[in-house]
């Protein structure tokens, strides 16, 4: 058990450009989360995925971002035309169906930084 | 929606007690979490508590009153490596799905 994987772990573009980021949760959870988290905040709720369907967005998950699951094991998180304001940790984190979202097990997390 | 209180910081003498305290208000209250997050790491589960009482985990203990829509988390025994933000967070019935967490308490640790 490695535990949950994301890469890459930092990125830096420039604004208008597509990002993608990628998580590998631990291989027995079935339930996959996304959040992001700002400098001095905790994290924020983006979606949430059991095994490939995703379940649940947040509000602030705009049109410009999209989340897959496509095999239920790996995600991906893409952010296209990136504003300065995406600019944050987005964090993954992964839970067995049992424990709900009560225990996470969180990635280190992917630091974008858009100039 | 949700909303949590806990201090922005404590800062207390290696060896001390110290307790973080949160405050929710939200509908549908589920259980509430903490997790311990250093600087540039990842957030890191500690405790839950979905009943009312304390928690206890090696040196660190959650409690709860879902009465006063309050929790706690207590660290004994302080060490240096304990210097981290700690994160109450809550789930809400009807949307297990995700936690709602607060903005964090900076914990800093004095020898």
């Not at chain 2, 209250?29 to 206890?56: I, K, M, R």
Request: glycine letters at 10%; aromatic letters at 12%; charged letters at 20%.
């Amino acid at each position: 058990d490695t535990g949950v994987s994301q890469n890459p772990r930092h990125k830096i573009t420039k604004r208008g450009q597509n990002v993608t980021f990628r998580c590998d949760p631990i291989s027995e959870h079935n339930r996959l989360y996304w959040y992001r988290q700002t400098l001095g905040q905790g994290p924020e709720f983006l979606t949430y995925f059991q095994n490939e369907a995703q379940l649940e967005k947040s509000r602030l998950l705009s049109d410009r971002f999209s989340a897959e699951r496509p095999k239920g094991s790996f995600s991906t998180l893409e952010i296209q035309r990136t504003e300065q304001g995406d600019s944050a940790m987005y964090l993954c984190a992964s839970s067995p169906t049992e424990s709900g979202a009560n225990v996470l097990t969180f990635g280190a997390g992917s630091r974008l930084t858009v100039l | 929606g949700q909303s949590l209180e806990q201090p922005s910081e404590v800062t207390a003498v290696e060896g001390a007690i110290v307790q973080i305290n949160c405050t929710y208000q939200t509908s549908g209250f589920y259980g509430l979490s903490w997790y311990q997050q250093h600087d540039g790491g990842a957030p890191t589960f500690l405790s839950y508590n979905a009943l009312d009482g304390l928690e206890e985990t090696g040196r660190f203990s959650s409690f709860l009153s879902r009465s006063d829509s309050y929790g706690y988390l207590l660290l004994q025994e302080l060490q240096m490596k304990d210097s981290a933000s700690y994160f109450c967070a809550v789930t809400v019935s009807g949307s297990a799905r995700q936690l709602t967490f607060g903005s964090g308490t900076q914990l800093t640790v004095l020898p």
